[in-house]
């Protein structure tokens, strides 16, 4: 081992890091269909989701301070760890609640990979450096995009879907070789007041409303004990929670940043076009090879769209939003959000999964217009010593716009199933019927009328969802509407 710090391989190992935790999220879009017909629990799939997103917002604002306390290299190796183990175990799933644990503990790894792989980035590099640092840092989440919905469709067909989570294994190890063997670090500790109490308190909250959107309607009657149990648990957190970062020395999400227009607007956007975000890599996947019986790779294809799409809007916007105004970039990009979702909600299995993927290509410039626009807004917003408070708070709130998102349209999913099946059937049927149409064996020993039926079924509840992204496309616009018209620059 060196006793000097080697930067280029370092950053070869942050940027596996990177990579392999930006994959994770449309490597598993595009094989929930073939893992939901080989596990079942159709009803549960965008927990497989939530889980994972849930886990890494909550231990985000941990790590991160954690590093502080310990280290980058110790605790940067200990999520990385836990995040392969997770992966490690997700591959060995044999049911659904099996596989929705192990991506909960995949995503208390997650939760170390990008706060700390940004802080060693500060560590080892000069400020001049950085920014041509940043931009390799940045291009891994659009390469990963690209790449994921390929990769993923490419191990289901082909290989088998363990592999979408065992891929990770090798690029886990040489990252924490990487860092390990190659970053020498003196460790300055800075004291932190961790605020635990806040994130088990956001975690109860957010987990217990994710249930009973899930669960609500299907499982259990809106009315029922544990529906209204869980909402009563969900707001004495919330309440509780609020209480507990008035009083934390340091709280996980300062209350004073929501003072700010700039930072509210943008913040909450970036929620609802979480939501967006989210519905349209979960479902879209489930649309094309459920109802319209395509490939994998097919479905993956349409997905990277967006994904291409979001690299040219965050490229036209770095140049555009000082030329031509903040605002009105971010207007923009709210304009082909809402473009792009007008194409989903007149989706159908005769329009192709061309027709899909233009709209996730209008969806995804709308994204990078827009979101470019409220993170550098938000930055250039505050004084230094506030920038990565802010920047933590928009990371947040994007996570938790993905995790609420798939449950809430997973909540409408199952619903829309459940009251179309006892339409057809007379009497209530489990969703999970779905299973079979999702396995290509299977699905041929359905008869026609059964098979027309059943994606019909389907294909009338994503539908629904669908329109559920639409209302959020058009809730983003408004709120977007509201942003400042001059952003401040206070650098």
């Known amino acids: ?69 310990y280290g980058r290299k110790p605790v940067f190796t200990f999520g990385v760890l836990v995040f392969l183990i997770g992966s490690l175990l997700c591959g060995f799933a044999k049911t659904m609640n099996m596989l929705i644990l192990f991506r909960l503990i995949q995503g208390l790894g997650a939760g170390a990979v990008q706060p700390i792989a940004t802080t060693i980035v500060g560590d080892i590099f000069t400020m001049t450096e950085r920014a041509r640092i940043q931009g390799y840092i940045s291009s891994v989440w659009g390469i990963s995009s690209i790449l994921g919905p390929g990769l993923g469709a490419f191990f289901v067909q082909y290989v088998r879907w363990s592999w979408i989570f065992w891929v990770n294994i090798p690029i886990g190890v040489f990252a924490i070789c990487g860092i390990w063997f190659f970053m020498v670090e003196t460790v300055h500790k800075q004291e932190h007041k961790i605020d635990y109490i806040g994130s088990a308190l956001i975690f109860i909250s957010i987990s217990a409303l994710m249930v009973v959107f899930i669960q609500a309607g299907t499982v259990w009657p809106w009315s029922s004990a544990p529906v209204l149990l869980l909402l009563g648990l969900s707001l004495v957190g919330s309440y509780l929670f609020i209480k507990q970062e008035k009083l934390a020395a340091e709280p996980i999400m300062p209350l004073e940043i929501w003072s700010d227009s700039l930072i509210v607007v943008s913040n909450l956007a970036t929620l609802t076009t979480g939501v967006v975000l989210i519905g349209v890599s979960s479902f879209l996947p489930t649309y094309i090879q459920g109802v319209m019986g395509k490939s994998p790779i097919t479905s993956g294809f349409a997905l990277a769209f967006m994904s291409m799409g979001w690299i040219a809007g965050a490229t036209v916007a770095a140049k555009a939003m000082f030329k031509y105004g903040f605002r009105r970039i971010a207007v923009v990009g709210g304009i082909w959000i809402l473009m792009g979702s007008l194409f989903f909600i007149t989706l159908s299995p005769e329009r192709g999964w061309l027709w899909a993927g233009v709209g996730s290509l209008l969806i995804g410039l709308g994204m990078g217009l827009a979101r470019t626009v409220f993170i550098v807004g938000i930055q250039n917003s505050v004084k230094w010593e506030m920038r990565g408070v802010v920047t933590a708070s928009n990371m947040f709130m994007n996570i938790l716009g993905n995790a609420m998102g798939a449950a809430v349209l997973g909540g409408i999913l199952n619903v829309s199933l459940s009251n179309y099946l006892m339409g057809v059937s007379g009497e209530a049927l489990n969703v999970d019927v779905i299973n079979v149409l999702l396995d290509p064996i299977r699905r041929g020993t359905l008869s026609q009328g059964v098979l027309q039926i059943m994606s019909s079924g389907l294909a009338i509840a994503l539908q629904h969802v669908f329109w559920g992204l639409f209302i959020l496309a058009v809730l983003s616009f408004i709120l977007i509407l509201y942003f400042p018209e001059k952003a401040r620059d206070s650098a």
């Open 1 to 69: 081992m060196s006793n000097k710090t080697n930067p280029k391989i370092v950053l070869v190992s942050i940027i596996l890091a990177m990579f392999m935790a930006a994959i994770e999220g449309t490597i598993v879009a595009t094989a929930i269909p073939s893992i939901v017909a080989d596990l079942g629990g159709f009803s549960l799939f965008s927990w497989v989701f939530s889980s994972f997103l849930l886990a890494q917002a909550v231990t985000i604002p941990i790590y991160g301070k954690l590093a502080d306390l």
